[in-house]
């Protein structure tokens, strides 16, 4: 995925996140407004007015350059009350338009360099969702077996940034920063923030916060989250930005924030407990943020802003994990792979990356055999990525063997990493091992046939390989079954120019940039296929329904905002 960043001097990502720290601090205790890769169709028709206001304020020339594209039976816990915080229904937003929010916010994130394209770390953070939302399912949780249009479609997203933080979305999609996943010791703390943002979204806090006022609340957030980041880079611009946000627009929408935290909590609790995660995960995490409040320069952690953390939330916590029956819950082996992949992520410099090859050569002489995987996997990748593909082959096996070391057998920790394997394939790519990097991707994705990591591997696997036609099989399919997912549009796309299918090739590319809400070039793109000659007849078909199709999108969203499609 590698292709599909867009760098901009002022992150919108970071802009958009602000949006969490602003309602943390102006009411304490909310989750922001964001979210995660798009699960529906690339349509955007019927966007309400509320949607193109949002629109067009993080459209404007300081959120983003102009030439960049816009792309789980309830368990009996008597001692445990939650809070009356209403009808989840009444006048709140409806799933519909909650999911159209979150996508909004999405086509702005996805092409931004600090959303994290590393395909193993997705597949960590959704596999883990999915986990937690079947237990949501079997426990009968509102929202949790929702079907049709008001079902959530989960998607959790990793974001480069060093800060501790999580967040919630409207629609169901969930951000983690990667410095919340290397400061967590297992994988049970993961999960139980990933609980909490998922209690959040179940019991619709943010929807009902977004009434019938939607529409200046909106307006209203944006100014004061391009306000918020801009501060710290232009000051003046940030004033400008800030005179559109009033916080007092804000303040009837988080009346019950602590209320929402609580129930939260609860919720979460509820969901670790039945997916089979360690319960003391979280009051673990959280006494560790506690204490960092007191020794960080530059303020407390961003997670204890936006979700106040008070001694009574975490007695409570404590409480509730007292009344499960003790148990031994080992953190997964991947868990420690995945946090080595984190720190690399958020390197940045090259001096960044000096730097972590002695943090990853410290872990690898430390005792516990978990920070042992961690250091010989990271002394790997930062090997990977300087091209010395023997120190790398090393390194992984060191990694290999402490991770054999410690699935001893009977021990609930899987053997098999997928990180692990999609490094092996990797490197055995980079050293002309071509058809072994197949084998290795193939085994994988049998391994793990939802993984995006291994799919991805077996395809780049394949074209190393001449078998373009079964890596275009196999992303046709993806692209039917999962058409939003912009990383198989870009790779069809690839694969298509190897085959020299140029008329495909544009139509695949137009597809991405259709998901990115790149308009204007998702239309030329699949001008230039119908125009290009070469195509059967059915392709030529699909092409010219879809360029239809894209026009008439683009067309009524540029009604909404009173203008005219370029001739």
């Not at 609980?195 to 929807?207: C, D, I, M, N, P």
């Not at 953190?331 to 940045?348: D, L, N, P, S, W």
């Not at 030329?524 to 999108?553: N, P």
């Amino acid at each position: 995925m590698q292709d599909i960043k867009s760098v901009k001097n002022i992150s919108v990502w970071q802009r958009l996140l602000a949006m969490h720290l602003v309602l943390g601090l102006a009411c304490t205790g909310t989750t922001p407004l964001y979210a995660a890769p798009a699960t529906g169709d690339v349509s955007v028709e019927g966007n309400s007015a509320a949607i193109q206001n949002i629109g067009r304020a993080m459209q404007s020339p300081d959120a983003r350059p102009a030439n960049a594209p816009t792309r789980n039976t309830l368990q009996s816990q008597p001692t445990i009350i939650l809070p009356d915080m209403g009808d989840p229904g009444g006048d709140a937003l409806s799933r519909v338009d909650e999911r159209r929010y979150g996508e909004l916010i999405m086509r702005q994130i996805r092409p931004d360099a600090d959303y994290s394209n590393d395909l193993p770390i997705y597949d960590y953070l959704n596999q883990m969702e999915r986990r937690l939302i079947q237990a949501a399912k079997k426990l009968q949780l509102g929202g949790a077996n929702e079907q049709g249009s008001g079902a959530y479609n989960f998607e959790v997203f990793a974001v480069k940034d060093s800060s501790i933080n999580a967040f919630a979305l409207p629609g169901g999609f969930i951000g983690f920063h990667t410095g919340l996943i290397v400061s967590a010791e297992s994988d049970s703390e993961v999960a139980s923030v990933m609980g909490h943002e998922t209690g959040h979204v179940l019991q619709r806090h943010l929807a009902r916060q977004m009434d019938k006022q939607t529409t200046n609340t909106m307006i209203a957030i944006a100014g004061m989250v391009l306000g918020a980041l801009a501060m710290s880079r232009n000051p003046q611009a940030a004033a400008g930005l800030m005179q559109g946000g009033q916080a007092a627009a804000i303040n009837n929408q988080l009346s019950y924030s602590r209320d929402a935290e609580r129930e939260a909590d609860r919720i979460g609790f509820q969901i670790l407990d039945a997916s089979g995660y360690d319960v003391n995960g979280a009051p673990g995490f959280f006494q560790r943020l506690q204490k960092a409040t007191g020794i960080m320069d530059k303020g407390v952690p961003a997670y204890v802003r936006t979700h106040p953390l008070t001694t009574d939330r975490i007695a409570d916590m404590q409480d509730r994990a007292r009344t499960v029956p003790s148990r031994n819950v080992p953190t997964a082996v991947e868990f420690y792979f995945i946090k080595a992949r984190a720190r690399m992520e958020q390197a940045g410099s090259s001096s960044g990356l000096y730097d972590l090859k002695n943090t990853f050569d410290s872990l690898s002489k430390q005792q516990p055999i978990g920070k042992q995987i961690e250091g010989f996997y990271g002394l790997s990748l930062i090997a990977q990525r300087q091209g010395k593909w023997d120190q790398a082959e090393v390194d992984l096996q060191q990694a290999r063997n402490l991770t054999q070391k410690a699935s001893a057998p009977g021990s609930p920790i899987q053997r098999q990493s997928l990180s692990l394997e999609i490094t092996a394939s990797e490197l055995a790519l980079a050293k002309g091992k071509k058809e072994e990097a197949l084998q290795i991707a193939q085994a994988a994705l049998r391994a793990y046939p939802q993984s995006y990591a291994a799919g991805a591997a077996m395809v780049n696997a394949e074209l190393k390989t001449g078998r373009t036609n079964d890596a275009i099989a196999w992303l046709k399919a993806r692209t039917r079954s999962q058409p939003n997912e912009i990383v198989w549009w870009s790779m069809l796309s690839n694969a298509y120019d190897q085959a020299n299918n140029v008329p495909m090739r544009h139509y695949a590319l137009g597809e991405k940039y259709a998901l990115e809400g790149a308009w204007p070039s998702a239309i030329e793109q699949l001008k230039i296929a119908r125009s290009a000659g070469g195509s059967d007849f059915y392709q030529g078909s699909s092409i010219d329904a879809r360029l239809r199709e894209m026009q008439r999108q683009y067309q009524d969203e540029l009604k909404e905002q009173g203008k005219q499609l370029p001739g």
